[in-house]
């Protein structure tokens, strides 16, 4: 594949970018024309990579991007990303003029932290602000209508301040019991009505609840999961309303090929004996790359078939038992499909009793992102940024 002279190892991730189009596009396809969609980008999009993803959910109808740490919106600003961008997370009141001179819209929740800030800005300055409330996740948040009232009264009151928006964030959007969401929804709708105006964004809603509940759409949605073709959680599987299509995948390829005989060992420790006579392959991935030791005992795709990794799995490498020999160079698939099998980012995340969330978020960054689109390996320019 032409892909192999850009870096230097058997291992890379591909991502499809059609697939993130077309997901933010089917989400899209739901909401009414007044509601926006905020892509959620934060943590390299998931693993999946900022700019790249950023720009196709940009083009594919996203208005809004989100991150968790101004650290990632800078990456974002100087990148080239033009369009808005929202801190999740908290900022440190002495940052504000970084959020001011890139135009990076930040989440306040603290008067102490508003009163600080002020400190720090210029009188011509403009700070973007939307207020987080807290309904429930108990993370980060203001609880009660009072502090709320006090906290608005305090950002219109100064002329440094724009609160452009206000949001929660909900702790039970993709359980199939709907008691604890409602209680959230209701609270922040509560909550709202304090407000001596409302701010141009009103914004609930993850992508479990964007898919699931109308009611909580306001005039903007916050999409990570879904965006990236995952399913929120496997229990509401059931009740999302188009096919998400899965935009990961990670391959590696066959560096050495051997034949074993009964009795032989495989790996750190010895844990793995042949049965008889088997054709082991060696591929150059390893927990430094988060394909992480409990994996050891998963299966992966090569020649169409699915195959164990045998023994401990090492910082680097690893190995597979394969089905017959097969030359240095073959293909293996670890997520993803190869031709009538498929393994998922889901199938992984159960194998690690963990949610898909984890899973590529702990694909290093030393494993390369390729970008695909079309069925064809695009934006290599950026893959080297
Ligand atoms: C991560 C995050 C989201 C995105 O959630 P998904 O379940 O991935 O859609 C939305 N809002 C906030 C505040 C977040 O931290």
Not at 34 to 62: P, R
Not at 256 to 285: C, F, M, R
Request: charged share 25%.
């Amino acid at each position: 594949m032409e892909e192999q002279g850009y870096f230097f190892r058997d291992t890379w991730a591909e991502i499809d970018l059609g697939c993130i189009s077309e997901n933010i596009s089917s989400v899209k396809n739901r909401l009414p024309n007044d509601v926006e969609i905020i892509a959620v980008v934060k943590a390299n999009a998931y693993g999946h990579g900022d700019i790249q993803v950023s720009k196709a959910a940009l083009e594919a109808g996203a208005t809004y991007l989100a991150v968790a740490f101004m650290d990632e919106a800078m990456a974002l600003r100087n990148k080239g990303i033009q369009a808005p961008i929202l801190v999740l997370g908290a900022t440190r009141a002495k940052d504000v003029q970084i959020a001011v001179e890139h135009n990076i819209s930040i989440t306040v929740f603290q008067m102490d932290w508003v009163q600080e800030a002020k400190n720090y800005l210029k009188d011509t300055d403009k700070l973007v602000v939307h207020i987080k409330l807290d309904t429930g996740m108990g993370r980060i948040g203001i609880r009660s209508k009072e502090e709320l009232k006090t906290m608005e009264q305090m950002l219109r009151m100064d002329k440094r301040f724009y609160l452009e928006g206000i949001y929660t964030h909900f702790a039970t959007a993709d359980e199939l019991d709907r008691s604890y969401f409602e209680q959230q929804f209701h609270l922040f709708k509560d909550m709202l009505s304090v407000l001596l105006e409302r701010p141009k964004y009103v914004h609930s809603s993850n992508s479990a609840a964007a898919l699931r509940f109308s009611q909580a759409y306001f005039n903007a949605v916050r999409i990570g999961i879904a965006m990236y073709g995952l399913t929120p959680s496997l229990e509401m599987e059931q009740e999302i309303p188009f096919t998400l299509k899965e935009a990961f995948t990670l391959r590696s390829k066959l560096i050495h090929v051997k034949k074993l005989q009964q009795g032989d060992k495989v790996s750190y420790g010895s844990t793995y004996e042949a049965n008889g006579e088997e054709w082991i392959g060696t591929i150059p991935i390893g927990y430094a790359d988060g394909w992480i030791r409990r994996l050891q005992g998963m299966e992966v795709l090569v020649d169409g078939k699915r195959v164990p990794i045998v023994g401990r799995i090492c910082m680097d490498q690893c190995m597979i038992r394969l089905p017959y020999a097969l030359p240095i160079g073959t293909t293996v698939t670890l997520i993803g499909i190869d031709r009538n099998e498929f393994i998922s980012v889901n199938d992984i995340a159960k194998r690690l009793e963990t949610i898909n969330y984890e899973v590529p978020c702990i694909i290093a960054s030393r494993v390369p992102r390729l970008y695909k689109k079309d069925g064809k390996i695009v934006d290599l320019k950026n893959y080297l940024l």
